[in-house]
């Protein structure tokens, strides 16, 4: 069976550095910080008292107020991001079989502020148990891919993947094969989140995962930096529109690039912590340039993991050294997780697309806050610091990675 080609036609972007695509882009190529001080409750008694909100949004602006009301902001995220790349595709939905256009999408956690308005509401009650009846439906994360179908009527594949911060990147795959393999023309995809809660930031403070450099929000993020001390929550929704190549070629549509390939792995070694060696990362990649028909040479740009964590950086660095030999000094590498902070579930998605407008505008995005050089990485490895450049990007790879061990890779390529 030959495989089907799959093509890139749209894209959508709900970030900390900015509230469309454009926005989002524009803030990456200008080395734009997200982080700052938590506006949503008090954080007098947090040990992190910033993240990378979105900011300046209103549901309301852009739903229903009563459809709105539903939603877990998780899923009014996706429902603006996809609303985005749909319109960003023309996608003519009276034209376009329905039948045949599915939604794949990814969230590690999913409804978190809803479940923690609940069970807080009930603390404070009577013992009653009196819960809102859109309490299930609001929290549970297939709910962003199902109300995207519902609201255009699409009746393909509809489901959620869950792989912690690997969940968009392994939707992309999966949306990847169900279009390689005929299932479907064209699937909506990506991945929303929204976990900058009382339970999410204190969830993870209590791992020590988070950065605590509270005096310098905007500057907390600094992945391969020899001070970096965490990661900076994020939240927001990233989506793409894959279609079959002679599916968006009929149409006209115009092209961003070719999803070449996809892989996935487990670390199989530990509930949080990176293998050491970034065993499980070696074999994502390799699986990915495989899966791709690539070879490690081929590629000009990785977008990392690089979540600014002690360990978690420098597993993946040595993991694209073992992976890319002498290769991988001629690579841009960079970590947008330095601007937008850590998405969870929806930084395979951001990402994805951070990659493939790089091969788009010929530009890699910074590395931000980058002051001190880290003796365990290898100084030879071009990290993208504090400045984009400027180069051709014909092939870009995107990793994540999640808790569990997860791991996922996709490639796209200039078409």
């Known amino acids: 069976m030959e495989l089907k080609r799959v093509v890139v036609t749209g894209l959508g972007a709900l970030t900390p550095i900015g509230n469309t695509k454009d926005e989002y882009w524009d803030g990456l190529a200008n080395g734009k910080s997200g982080a700052a001080p938590i506006t949503y409750y008090d954080t007098e008694k947090f ?8 900011k300046n949004f209103n549901a309301t602006d852009f739903l229903d107020r009563k459809e709105a009301r539903k939603m ?4 009014q995220y996706a429902m603006v991001a996809s609303d985005e790349a749909i319109a960003d595709a023309k996608l003519n939905l009276d034209e376009v079989n329905k039948l045949r256009v599915g939604v794949i999408w990814g969230a590690g956690i999913g409804g978190l502020e809803t479940f923690q308005q609940e069970v807080l509401n009930f603390a404070a009650g009577d013992g009653s148990p009196r819960f809102n009846p859109f309490f299930i439906p609001k929290m549970i994360a297939d709910i962003a891919p199902a109300n995207i179908s519902i609201k255009h009527g699409f009746m393909g594949p ?16 999966d949306a990847l094969n169900s279009i390689r393999l005929g299932y479907t ?10 976990a900058v809660t009382i339970a999410g930031m204190g969830g993870f403070n ?17 992945p391969f930096d020899a001070t970096r001390d965490g990661f900076v929550l994020g939240e927001g929704a990233g989506a793409l529109i894959l279609e079959e190549y002679e599916h968006a070629k009929a149409r006209g549509a115009k092209i961003y690039a070719e999803v070449a390939g996809g892989g996935l792995s487990s670390d199989a070694y530990h509930m949080t912590a990176p293998h050491p060696e970034g065993l499980g990362v070696v074999e994502v990649m390799k699986n990915c340039l495989e899966n791709a028909g690539l070879n490690p040479e081929d590629v000009d740009h990785i977008n990392t993991h690089g979540t ?7 597993a993946e660095l040595k ?13 841009n590498i960079n970590s947008t997780k330095s601007m937008t902070g850590h998405l969870l579930g929806a930084a395979g998605a951001i990402e994805a697309i951070a990659s493939i407008l790089a091969i788009e505008h010929g530009v890699v995005p910074p590395t931000i806050n980058h002051t001190t050089v880290d003796e365990n990485i290898d100084p030879e490895l071009n990290l993208t610091l504090n400045k984009a450049q400027k180069r051709d990007v014909n092939v870009a790879m995107s990793n ?11 490639l796209f390529r200039k078409i």
């Open 308 to 314: 600014s964590t002690p360990l978690g950086d420098v």
């Open 206 to 222: 209590a791992m020590h995962a988070l950065s605590t450099r509270n005096e310098s929000p905007e500057t907390a993020s600094r």
């Open 400 to 410: 994540t990675f999640g808790f569990g061990g997860h791991n996922a890779c996709v």
């Open 72 to 75: 877990d902001k998780f899923a």
């Open 158 to 173: 509809n489901y959620t993947t869950v792989s912690a911060c690997a969940s968009s990147a392994n939707a992309l795959f």
């Open 319 to 331: 993991a694209i050294s073992k992976v890319f030999g002498s290769h991988a000094k001629n690579i």
């Open 47 to 54: 040990k992190t008292k910033f993240a990378c909100e979105v």
């Open 185 to 194: 023309d064209v699937v909506v995809t990506g991945g929303s989140e929204a």
